[in-house]
């Protein structure tokens, strides 16, 4: 499949016009992000007062309008199947056992899992703030072949960018509206994206249930976002906080560095779990919900008073959104597990056939690393250099970065014990249709060959005892690359915030 000739061919001065309204309404409507040290030094914005234009397409990216339709309708399905996963820790364990030796950051998670179960958990309700991540895939042996869309991963802590990707959404309405686009030239088939509102929306509902079924009556109640500090993207999780407090009228929204868990926060007999603002050091709060931007990475748990921070927090009643059962739903051995043709997997968590047979068709072909047949029948790709480049191998991570890539897996493999092989999955690289468009990063700007990779939000809210509160899906993500860029990660230096064109193929 190709897409018609795009993006439009700009005059300079129609350039000039796209680009001047482009980062005026970013500015005017917090598409932004804090620059980076290498565009601004750290002591010359002291106070983190500093913002420019997030990196943003110029144009909004054709997408297969099948293909989003499919991924937007699937998403449910895929909230049923982690938080089903998530309320299963015998199956769990069972599937991350051959982590729990040669991960160390799986296997602590997995040990704050067994310390809270010793004495129970006293939160019977969890949150999932689910992105499903995908890339249009087009088999290159059908010459007529269908598009179709294949699963890259599924998010299920920090799913970041639902703030910025409604904004550049309506930026690029915006752009098409005040004929910055040449004329006829984009069309009006935008998909409206209300992120911001729905992820907001799921946490007020999570928030609510709380206050009905457990709150102690003694304090104000309050959402606490637990975050990473410094931390660039802390617009993105702005306008969320905003939405809460001005849409939704949640008067204590706070946010708390994953350092400083243990200094301003205290758990009652109770096991009720208080916030006391170091500005408002006499007031305490009541966490209704903790909402991770945090937590995912080895690096914020250098010691052991860390990992105790955690135990602290999982212990209380507060809502979490992940809890540590969910975040570790999230491991990419999870994903190999569920994506083997061999797995009956799905038939246990999902029991419409139809739902799991559509999110059965998403999986791309993913394997253990371990001495299964499966697994040495991937170790003879991964150590072969010759075939290995169709590859990418992926660890237990999340954050972008992480992954390696071709030609470079076997020396990457050859470089470890074989023993602690099993940490990986390898997953097959998707071939995505060719596309061009133009991205504004850091000021500057690239035209070229693009990829996209869409990600689908999702809200559920459950019992652990079976019963789904709340499901629905929240919104989208696009995020373009460079071709020649492996990663993806907006945050992490590599992408771009975008919006779908929906195109019939």
């Known amino acids: 499949m190709e897409y018609p000739e795009y993006p439009p061919l700009l005059s300079p001065e129609q350039l000039e016009y796209l680009l001047s309204n482009l980062k005026d309404w970013s500015v005017a ?10 565009v601004v030094q750290s002591d010359a914005e002291a106070y983190g007062a500093l913002a420019i234009t997030a990196p943003v397409t110029l144009f909004p990216s054709p997408f297969p309008a099948s293909c ?21 820790p015998e199956w769990l364990g069972l599937a991350i056992q ?3 030796d040669t991960d160390d950051f799986i296997e602590k998670q997995w040990q704050v899992h067994l310390a809270v179960s010793e004495v129970g958990y006293a939160q019977d309700v969890s949150m999932g703030l689910f992105r499903s991540d995908y890339m249009v895939h087009v088999d290159p042996s059908k010459p007529f072949a269908a598009p179709s869309i294949k699963q890259i991963e599924f998010n299920t802590i920090a799913s970041s960018f639902g703030g910025l990707s409604a904004q550049v959404s309506r930026l690029h309405k915006y752009l098409r509206d005040i004929a910055a686009y040449p004329q006829d030239q984009i069309s009006q088939n935008m998909p409206s994206n209300p992120s911001i509102n729905s992820i907001s929306e799921g946490m007020l509902l ?20 637990v975050v990473q500090a410094p931390e660039r993207n802390v617009l993105d999780q702005r306008h969320i906080e905003l939405a ?11 946010r708390l560095p994953f350092s400083a868990i243990k200094e301003h926060t205290t758990l009652e007999e109770d096991r009720t779990l208080l916030y006391t603002p170091p500005h ?11 909402y991770y931007r945090a937590g995912y990475s080895p690096s914020e748990y250098p010691n052991d ?16 959104c992940p809890s540590i059962l969910t975040q570790l739903a999230g491991c990419k051995k999870v994903q190999q597990v569920l994506a083997s043709p061999s797995s009956t997997d799905l038939a246990r968590f999902l029991h419409d056939k ?18 299964s047949p499966a697994g040495h029948e991937a170790i003879g790709i991964a150590t072969n250099a010759e075939i290995a480049h169709d590859y990418v191998l992926k660890p237990q991570r999340e954050g972008g970065g992480n992954n390696i890539y071709g030609s470079a897996i076997p020396a990457f493999l050859n470089s470890l014990p074989r023993n602690t092989w099993k940490q990986f999955i390898l997953m097959e690289l998707i071939q995505p249709p060719p596309l061009s468009n133009a991205i504004l990063r850091n000021g500057a700007l690239f035209e070229g060959s693009v990829i996209g990779e869409l990600g689908i939000f999702g809200v559920c809210l459950w019992k652990q005892g079976g019963e789904v509160l709340e499901n629905f899906d929240a919104g989208y993500l696009l995020r373009t690359k460079a071709s020649e860029s492996e990663e993806g990660g907006v945050a992490s230096g590599f992408g771009s915030v975008d919006s779908c064109l929906l195109v019939d193929t």
């Open 68 to 88: 989003f339709h499919e991924a937007v309708a699937i998403q449910k399905g895929f909230n049923e199947l982690y938080a089903a996963i998530s309320r299963d």
């Open 244 to 254: 809460l407090r001005e849409e939704w009228n949640i008067p204590h929204v706070f």
């Open 29 to 38: 409507h917090g598409l932004t992000v804090q620059p980076p040290p290498a």
């Open 98 to 100: 051959d982590l729990l």
């Open 305 to 320: 008073s860390a990992w105790a921070a955690r135990l602290h927090l999982e212990r209380s009643r507060a809502i979490k």
């Open 206 to 225: 999570a928030y609510e249930q709380y206050k009905q079924y457990s709150s102690s009556g003694k304090h104000q109640l309050c959402i606490l976002f």
């Open 354 to 371: 139809n739902i799991a047979a559509r999110v059965q068709k998403t999986f791309a072909n993913i394997y253990p690393l371990d001495e």
């Open 280 to 290: 408002e050091k006499d007031s305490n709060y009541e966490v209704a919900l903790l």
